[in-house]
């Protein structure tokens, strides 16, 4: 399990929490009770939600969407610098006993897109076809992902634009209620607590989770455009140091020092 962002999620209550029990040098937990509204949560997260819908197919889409916040918890068990010497690998078997060896190492493979490059180059195709294959298939998994990130995206630039509707419903209930000076403080309070909770889902959980998934989405798009070209690279019967160098330009320096290390 990645630890970073439920750690961050859990730090970032925690400071705003402290910033509103600490006044003036001592802890009040009275003062929780000051910004809790329900009127004001039921508009900014009610609001919120009401118009995500409005953007998903289904409700089993939005439950979709939000399950992807597990996305960010998970620790990928793979990396790039594993998918390259496997590649490496698989050159040399297929360079020793032919491409039709590599049928053995596909089978036993766990992740299931290089399994299909592997089995497409076994059976025999066209490498203008595995190409277009791969690329469509990892056409697909970017728009999927994309889907998810967009839906996150959405969530942040929707909960502060309804915890400003419910400012100003409150201040119009204010208005309202001027000939009483003494209501004219708590009603601000409450129609300022509604920017404050469109503030906190946005900055607090969408933001924060868009943003990783957009990085968790880079590396897996990378990494799987790695396996095409060595899988590729396999099928045209280029020498094991050619794909390696080749699959390096792919990382970073600093990256492909740690690799040279780890082959010594």
Known sequence: MDLATLVGIVMCLILVVFGIVFDDGAVVMANLGSFLDAPSAIITFGGTICCLLTMCMSFGDIGKKLGSIKITMRKDESNILEAIDELIKLSNIARKEGLLALEESANSMEDAFIKKGLMLVVDGTEPELVTSIMESELNCIESRHKNSISFWENMASMGPAWGMIGTLIGLVNML?????????????????????????????????????????????????????????????????????????????????????????
Do not use: C, H
Not at 189 to 198: E, F, K, N, S
Not at 247 to 254: R, V
């Open 176 to 264: 309202k209620a001027l000939d009483d000076p003494s209501a004219i403080g708590p009603a601000m309070a409450v129609a300022l607590i509604t920017t404050l909770y469109g503030s906190l889902l946005a900055n607090w959980i969408a933001t924060p989770i868009a943003t990783k998934l957009k990085a968790k989405n880079a590396e897996e798009v990378m990494k799987k455009e790695i396996l095409v070209e060595g899988i590729l690279s396999i099928q045209a019967g280029e020498n094991p140091r050619v794909i390696e160098e080749k699959l390096k330009t792919f990382i970073a320096p600093a990256e492909r020092e740690k690799m040279g290390e780890s082959e010594r």
